[in-house]
Nanobody
Framework: VQLQASGGGLVQAGGSLRLSCVASGLTFSSFNWAWFRQAPGKERDLVAIIGWLGDSIYYPDSVKGRFTISRENAKNTLYLQMNSLKPEDTAVYYC???????????????????WGQGTLVTVSS
């Protein structure tokens, strides 16, 4: 299994970025997909999650209304559109996949066995 994340970079506060994660070696459409982020010295936190059917999506309050997760099963690709970026959004962003079933709001880091390598997002003030 390989997850390749890309799209990170340096952006000014208020700007936008779109992250992509291309997957191989698994049946993309059968998995729940998520974006996490980890800032230096902090824990890895959930940013967004989309259920395997695509009809369940969850965002924590910290990004709700600014970030949008989406998936394109035909291209084995996960996206994260990030708008109105803030300096506190600066982190390494990881895509992750999980095959478990259940309410997506209950998922945590340990529920995701497959991870991408991370892409750095830096938001300047």
């Amino acid at each position: 299994v390989q997850l390749q994340a890309s799209g990170g970079g340096l952006v000014q506060a208020g700007g936008s970025l779109r992250l992509s994660c291309v997957a191989s070696g698994l049946t993309f459409s059968s998995f729940n997909w998520a974006w996490f982020r980890q800032a230096p010295g902090k824990e890895r936190d959930l940013v967004a999650i989309i259920g395997w059917l695509g009809d369940s999506i969850y965002y924590p309050d910290s990004v709700k209304g600014r970030f949008t997760i989406s998936r394109e099963n035909a291209k084995n690709t996960l996206y994260l559109q990030m708008n109105s970026l803030k300096p506190e959004d600066t982190a390494v962003y990881y895509c992750a996949a999980s095959a478990i079933r259940g309410p997506i709001t209950n998922y945590g880091v340990h529920d995701f066995p497959f991870w991408g390598q991370g892409t750095l997002v830096t938001v300047s003030s």
